[in-house]
């Protein structure tokens, strides 16, 4: 049990950092407003998290514009794709146990 228990992730302990990655494993791309609606949170604490996973290389920022506006999307990169993966793994592992 102890090694299936650090085989998850700290960085998905937060339930918004969890769901960031698992709209953007999904989807791949994803608008900033769009995650931002999605998970119903303000831009300020999204964008918090969004600093955190990208520290870890989980995720990229592509900043362009759609006619005058600017738009952010999100990217989950492909080191995210796999801690997401191990992460998930370890989860089935312990409902297993159970």
């Known amino acids: 049990m102890k090694n ?14 969890l769901g960031v990655m698992s709209i953007l494993a999904v989807n791949g791309k994803v608008p900033f407003n769009d995650l931002k609606n999605t998970l119903g949170l303000t831009d300020g604490n999204l964008a918090s998290h969004l600093k955190q996973l990208e520290t870890l290389g989980y995720v990229c ?3 362009g514009f759609s ?21 998930l793994k370890a989860l089935e592992e312990i409902i297993k146990l159970r």
């Open 4 to 17: 299936i228990i650090r085989q998850l992730d700290k960085a998905f302990d937060h339930k918004i950092r």
């Open 61 to 63: 920022f592509h900043k």
């Open 67 to 87: 006619g005058r506006k600017p738009v952010t999307t999100d990217e989950i990169t492909q080191e995210g794709k796999e801690a997401v993966l191990q992460h």
